[in-house]
């Protein structure tokens, strides 16, 4: 099944073509069509379908982590990486000491150290639109790029600690984990 579905993608997206100014919906197209295999990799099991995507823990375990191992953490995402790939970024020029820096505290094993990233390499389904879109689109741009910098077997926690609120779906359900998750952020 996996295989068809793969096979209609590419498909589509050889029908996919740019002439003069980039049609800004067909781009958004081709980045959903793009990351879909990563999206869709917790929905469907396929022995056959073997994608790489980083462990990280949930925002409730990090916090727990913290709280009850009086541990730090330093939360790596897009910015991050530009910075470690000797990217300008809009508040900061390259550079390499930085870059370097960056490289080493993500590679650190101190035991009270988390390092976090964001969870944005497989489903999308719980953020907002805007949020899914901006990460469909660094994922299908910079995914090879990320990945470089990490170690898959490395367990890595939540960098979206402090964003409980912000990037999410809203629903009765999620107000009522965030009164309880903001009154354990809290206790840090």
């Known amino acids: 099944m996996l295989k068809k579905i793969e096979k ?3 498909r589509f997206k050889k029908k996919l073509f740019y002439s003069g100014k980039k049609n800004k919906q067909l781009e958004e197209i081709q ?9 869709i990799y917790d929905k469907i099991i396929n022995n056959s ?3 790489q995507i980083p462990k990280i ?5 990090t916090l727990d982590k913290i709280i009850n191992d009086k541990c730090s953490i330093s939360r ?7 910075c470690m790939n000797y990217s300008r970024i809009s508040f900061h020029d ?3 000491d930085l870059a370097e820096r960056l490289k080493e505290v993500l590679s650190s094993d101190l035991p009270n150290l988390l390092i976090g990233l964001p969870d944005c390499f497989d489903s999308l389904d719980c953020y907002v639109p805007y949020t899914r879109a901006f990460w469909r689109k660094y994922m299908s741009k910079k995914r090879q790029m990320t990945y470089s ?6 367990v890595y926690y939540n960098a979206f ?6 990037d999410f779906n809203k629903s009765d359900e999620h107000y009522q984990r965030c009164c309880t998750y903001f009154k354990r952020l809290m206790e840090i």
């Open 8 to 10: 209609e993608l590419e």
């Open 161 to 166: 600690i402090n964003r409980y609120y912000l």
């Open 94 to 96: 390259p550079s390499e």
């Open 31 to 39: 980045y959903k069509l793009e990351n879909m295999p990563y999206e």
């Open 57 to 61: 823990k949930s925002k409730e375990e």
């Open 76 to 82: 790596f995402g897009d910015g991050e990486f530009a």
């Open 49 to 51: 379908f073997n994608v």
């Open 149 to 154: 910098y990490l170690n898959m077997n490395r």
